[in-house]
């Protein structure tokens, strides 16, 4: 079984910056194509950004477009996002998402798309 733990959330005034954390267990991480995806209360969860399993394609909502920035280190089997200039509107739970199998240089946006997921995590900016 596959599990996904996220940290790294918080309250953080507009303007600052976080970086969420997903650490993935199992020995499979570097075959996972690996996403974010942000739920505001009352919300559908939406796709943040996504990562191909070889690390050299990312894919961005436009909304955190040159803001965020997701990474990976396959060594650690653990998923980042480096969140600047952050909103009051990016307050929500960050869930981090993994799917086995396809293509290496592959990313993925829909929720759907993915198997495993994790807890969540919490992340208020203020204004």
């Known amino acids: 079984q596959v599990q996904l733990v996220e940290s790294g959330g918080g309250l953080v005034q507009a303007g600052g910056s976080l970086r969420l954390s997903c650490a993935v267990s199992?020995?499979?991480?570097?075959?996972?194509?690996m996403g974010w995806f942000q739920q505001a209360p009352g919300k559908e969860r939406k796709f943040v950004a996504a990562i191909s399993s070889n690390g050299r394609i990312t894919y961005y909502a436009d909304s955190v477009k040159g803001r965020f920035t997701i990474s990976r280190d396959n060594a650690k089997n653990t998923l980042y996002v480096q969140m600047n200039s952050l909103k009051p509107e990016d307050t929500a739970v960050y869930y981090c998402?993994?799917?086995?199998?396809?293509?290496?240089?592959?990313?993925?946006?829909?929720?759907?798309?993915?198997?495993?997921w994790g807890q969540g995590t919490q992340v208020t900016v203020s204004s």
């Open positions: 998402a993994a799917r086995n199998g396809g293509y290496s240089g592959a990313y993925y946006r829909q929720d759907y798309d993915y198997n495993y």
């Open positions: 199992g020995r499979a991480f570097s075959a996972y194509a």
